[in-house]
């Protein structure tokens, strides 16, 4: 154990509790009665140290806990017990200050944002880690030539292969230059030449940079040609921590070849010199030698006076399979990376690149919800479609009359006033509940949350900014569809000046409100599996009691009291009565003053659930 480690692990340990399931016809109906639960320990008791700039292997079979620690040691999960220090931080108090000074790569699950070009992730990087212009582009145009980016670099993620994504979530793991990586099985899936080209930008930053990585991996081949250090797992327990040599000689001593001869009679009489046969089992043998150390290739060179003797052909420091044209390339790369050393950063990020980066998250929360413009075009058809039937079933409902008596106290209701109502309430309402492409409850689901929380950002702040583009983004459709119903007379000019002004005040409480429900019922994807019955249920009632469907100045008296107890009429009804003048004066302010309180207290009650939803945090792996 030294003092100069910068990551020390003592007593690691990790438990998870599994709810029971039976099966059988009514194993359903006894799961859910019963909810018994059985406890799973992932990882016990592991404790070891890493000296900057070491390469460690970190092996062991399917489910021995390799992932369940590298969430641990970047602060995804919080342990059941033990420490766990990186540079002097502990990852799960101190997450954000801790992120700022590591890059996690997972093999099966990309930080980059899936419908955008693979430049946008990386300059959300920038932002996120303060990345000086000057250092980002430097390391850019380094990663690009040494990684073959150029290509993809304006290509969407989702149309990547999958060596080209690595190489991506590799790059945007490494442009700010972190003083520990994490690498999560990286070459899983990919072929020889994406393997090898990996492995050659791992050694050259390991090398160049003195840049700390810990390697999980189910091949070998990474372990020998990357690692100097070999930690081995097996059922949550640390059993071997050395070097790969050793661990070869100690438990597998011995190489056994098979080979099955042409004619299966002569299995039993085959025999290689300096192997012994270990057995014979249906016409082929096993032949079983110990290796000896691998000599180095040689060749002859020729003098003029004859021929000189044998000498070692030594590997370049390249990739294999490099050309030989491309070697002058490659030195100037790796002079350019050693350039500069990799610094440990430990303080937080500042206000402004939080501001940035917040600006940058709902910018490209909105441009991924472009993508699918076409879906957007045909749920604003459909948006067109139920403000005209509403319209009509209205103009119907006051046959002919000029004016319906409203309770309530809000007096006489006019026909346009009403019809302006339904226009602006439905639109409105379905700009601010639409389903975009980024949500919590999504990215719980495709497991995506862990890369959120190993950025140096609250992963509240990240889904709420996430939110608040996806309505950016639906506006100017919503603008559009009122236009359209603005030509057949469905909107009407705001009462006065000030009922604009106090229109926007409440249309900006009406975002807050709305961001802060859908993200306390994203929560319930922590603990229920299927939510499709929950966001349907929820959007049927915010639309009812919100007063999109029917005005509250035409509902009883007493489902009004029911729906002042919600703050769905602060999303839609009060916004929208202020505009057309039927709130006013000190109606106006208590609607205000309402709207405003239950921004205050939906935002207090979803900071207290959150510590509860994080303690859920659950990736998969492990």
């Not at 016990?44 to 806990?65: K, T």
């Not at 969407?156 to 490494?174: C, E, F, I, K, Y």
């Not at 290739?297 to 003098?303: A, G, I, T």
């Amino acid at each position: 154990m030294s003092d100069e480690a910068v990551i020390r692990v003592r007593n690691l340990s990790k438990e998870f509790r599994r709810p029971r399931r039976f099966e059988g016809p009514l194993g359903g109906l006894r799961t859910l009665l019963t909810r018994q639960h059985s406890v799973v320990s992932a990882v016990e008791d592991v404790s070891f140290d890493i000296e900057p700039g070491e390469l460690v292997g970190y092996l062991g079979p399917n489910g021995a806990g390799k992932s369940t620690t590298i969430k641990m040691l970047t602060g995804i999960m919080v342990p059941t017990s033990g420490t766990v220090e990186i540079a002097g931080l502990t990852p799960w108090q101190d997450r954000e200050r801790n992120a700022r000074q590591i890059g996690v790569v997972f093999g099966q699950r990309s930080q980059l944002w899936w419908d955008l070009p693979v430049i946008e992730s990386f300059r959300l990087v920038k932002e996120l880690y303060e990345v000086p212009a000057a250092m980002f582009d430097a390391n850019l145009a380094m990663f690009t030539e040494l990684l073959g980016m150029a290509e993809f670099l304006a290509t969407p993620v989702r149309q990547l292969s999958l060596g080209q994504r690595m190489r991506a979530d590799l790059a945007a793991a490494m442009l700010y230059e972190p003083a520990v990586l994490y690498l999560d099985e990286p070459t899983i899936g990919l072929d020889v030449l994406a393997k090898e080209a990996i492995r050659a930008f791992l050694a050259e930053l390991n090398s160049a940079r003195r840049t700390t990585i810990i390697l999980t991996t189910h091949d070998l081949d990474d372990l020998e040609r990357l690692a100097t250090r070999l930690i081995l797992i097996d059922h949550g327990q640390v059993v071997y921590d050395g070097d790969l040599a050793t661990l070869k000689t100690r438990y597998a001593p011995y190489r056994d070849v098979v080979v099955q001869p042409s004619d299966p009679t002569q299995a039993r009489d085959l025999t290689v010199l300096g192997t012994d046969v270990a057995r014979v089992e249906d016409g082929k043998v096993w032949l079983r030698f110990k290796p000896r150390p691998a000599a180095g290739r040689c060749r002859r060179r020729r003098r003029a006076g004859g021929l000189r003797g044998l000498r070692p052909v030594y590997r370049r420091s390249r990739p294999r399979g490099c050309a030989a044209a491309d070697l002058c390339r490659w030195r100037r790369i790796r002079s350019r990376c050693r350039m500069r050393g990799t610094v440990v950063r430990t303080g937080r990020v500042s206000w402004r690149s939080r501001f940035r980066a917040s600006v940058v998250i709902a910018v490209l929360a909105g441009r991924s919800l472009w993508v699918y413009r076409s879906g957007l075009l045909i749920s604003a058809g459909v948006l067109l479609v139920q403000i005209f039937a509403l319209q009509m079933v209205w103009t119907w409902v006051y046959a002919g009359d000029s004016v319906v008596d409203g309770s309530g106290g809000v007096g006489e209701i006019s026909l346009p006033v009403q019809l302006a109502y339904v226009t602006l309430s439905t639109a409105q309402f379905w700009a601010l509940n639409h389903w975009g492409v980024y949500s919590l409850q999504q990215r719980v689901r495709e497991g995506r949350i862990g890369t959120d929380l190993a950025r140096p950002l609250d992963l509240l702040w990240q889904v709420t900014m996430g939110r608040v583009g996806t309505i950016a983004g639906c506006l100017p459709f919503a603008l559009a569809a009122l236009l359209i119903a603005m030509a057949f007379g469905g909107v009407v000019a705001p009462a006065s000046a000030g009922a604009l002004v106090a229109y926007l005040v409440a249309l900006v409480l009406a975002t807050v409100i709305s961001v802060q429900l859908v993200l306390l019922l994203d929560m319930t994807s922590f603990w229920s599996l299927e939510v499709t019955g929950i966001y349907l249920s929820f959007t049927l009632v915010s639309r009812f009691l919100s007063g999109s469907l029917v005005p509250l100045w035409f509902m009883p008296d007493w489902l009004r009291v029911v729906a002042g107890l919600f703050p769905f009429q602060a999303t839609t009804f009060s916004p929208v009565a202020i505009y057309l003048g039927v709130l006013q004066g000190s109606a106006m302010w208590q609607a205000l003053g309402i709207a405003a309180a239950w921004a205050v207290v939906l935002g207090v009650a979803l900071r207290l659930s959150w510590g509860r939803v994080l303690n859920r945090v659950v990736v998969q792996g492990g």
